[in-house]
């Protein structure tokens, strides 16, 4: 029985038999923490005494079982009593009583020897005692203590006691005489509790006070497995899925918590979307607390994250000492903890994620109207993709199309693309198809996945766009943005035939005006620079396929253009792309020269075109045989695209590359970018 498993069973109020010391899966990620344990109690000979705690399902069984396993080679006589839930937390004794019943399995004379020297032993023996209310605690202490010190004199004894949270008030009485006495013989005890349980209100609250200060007595709280050990735990589940993905995305979910980690993977095998024991115990859990505290956690289960004081408090309606009141109930009752800039959410995400799916539709939908309406009531409390997944939940398609689109522009100038790329997508999934911003919003994605380093992504989205009906304009657009995404990829796409298409379909949506001198008279900017961005696209892959005669016709009308249209920095970048144009020496130092120049206009500015010239740059010279001044201009194009935020965008990424492989070796390396 795994210790997922033993932990639903003692939930439910089960009495289970002696611990299992073999596991289905392998001990993992806890050598340290059992090397803590094994000093505490002195192994191998023990001789101490030590308090064990640690969440629901944090792996204290299984650290138990571990030591049992050990000390058991090693000739220790292992006893266990269990406390359980429920029905069992009544019964006087309880786990004692199991504690005395395997001694008497063991070594039934030492016990016969005890309890003719100590008849109040007798109240110990299941199915023989008497009522232990006649006898003083103190001399039931007694007689249990000299028991085993007893069997101590045989061999070493390890005693535990597990789950003292939901022990009786004699149980914890007769446990803290134990460790308050000690033991003269080789014999250790360890006590175990939920400190999830353990609120400040709890019976055993008082009792961890005195224990904590008794000498001798070592306490080892049992935090979550480090995130590789959980990858590791659930990889070795039976079943278990093989994609790492999914691996790391169960790992991520369960944080921390190894019974957790055991029911999702569990629940991934079966299809369902949680485990139903794992369920089970976190609703428990929640039930426990009055009416009003669980209409405050239904509420804070949608938020999905830590939430503002005044915004929780706006959605459930109650009055702040009210409000104020439940949240300090829910976590004493270790269901909810404060972060350091005050706002509240779940301890462990799994319990909200529970609660949520327990929702009544109708309920669900109003929560998150309330949500919705409080954050744009208050925009300070919320970000804009807290915005748009309550308005998408609650109905509201275009506000949450909108706060999307907002939030990705906000993620792309803060140097995210990748979340940039999530918002993107999400919009594009609310929108309709006649929506007249989902060309734009798919090129947009496909720019900030070339620039997390995905450009491969990128063609898939634009891939997927072009297969849906657009007019002339969008799919010129689509067209010219696929172009410049295969770029530097030895892919089979003729980007010359895409952006030729692209310039005939924009050309014909947009002819361009001419003066009665035939000059390119004004025209609405929008569209101007249009223009110019799909002559660009037109001029790389003109450039990339060599053919540099056309490429310096396109090059002069676009630098025409962007003068006219007050754009210096399109003309340097057209000025770098043709920098790539010719193979004779005299074309080389032209092209070094040009660099330079563009670097020097450039020096100091926040355009991207600074790092290709860098590139090429050091490409020129590594060709021309100066390493080490290579190596220093690959470098600096990567500390630049890094600076700009473009650290994985094609020539910063080539340009890390470059500089660490031409600073180690002196071989010929095929340049993509060249």
Known sequence: MTGGAQLARLELGTIIGPMSTRYRTPFVGRAAELEALRRAVGAPDVSGLAVLAGDAGIGKTRLLDELVSQLTDD?????????????GSGLAYLPLLELVAEAERVCPDVVAEIVDRQPSLELLRPGRGGR????????????????????????????????????????????????????AGPLALVVTYRSDDVHRRHDLHETLTIWTRLPGVHRLELGPLPTGSMRHLVSVQPGAPTDRDQVDGIAARADGNAFFAEELVAATVAG?????????????????????????????ALAERQVDHTLLEAVVDLPAEELDEVLSGGIDHHLLEVRPDGRVGFRHALLGETLAEGLLPGERKRLHQRYLVALQAHPSLGSPAEVARHAARAGEVEVAV?????????????????????????????????????????????????LAGSSLHALDLLGDALEDEHDDEGRALLLAARSDAAGGFDLPIDRVALTEEALELYWGAHPAPLTETGDTASEPAEVALTRLSLLQSRLEALVDDGLYREAWEVAERVETLAAAAHEPRLVARVRASMSRAGGSDQDRAAALRVLQEIRQELRGTDDPTQVRVLYRLGHLAYQDGEIADAVRLFAEGAQLAQRLGRPLAPYGMESGFQGRSRGSTSATWTVRWS
């Open 272 to 300: 369902r979307p949680l485990g139903d024991d794992l369920a089970r115990v976190l609703r428990v859990r929640v039930e426990r607390l009055g009416q009003p505290a669980q209409k405050v956690l239904r509420a804070l």
């Open 75 to 87: 000739g220790v006589l292992v006893l266990m009593g269990h406390c359980v839930g429920q029905a």
């Open 132 to 183: 232990h209310d006649a006898v003083p605690p103190a001399v039931i202490a007694d007689s249990l203590h000299a028991l085993l010190e007893a069997l101590a004199q045989r061999r070493p004894v390890l005693a535990i006691v597990e789950d003292l949270h939901w022990a009786d008030q004699a149980t914890r009485d007769l446990v803290t005489v134990l460790l308050t006495r000690g033991f």
């Open 402 to 450: 909108s706060a999307r689109l907002e939030a990705a522009a906000a993620a792309a100038g803060a140097g995210a693309p990748q979340d940039a790329v999530r918002h993107y997508e999400k919009a594009l999934a609310l929108m309709s198809a006649g929506d007249t911003r989902r060309v734009a919003t798919t090129v947009a994605a496909a720019e900030a996945s070339s």
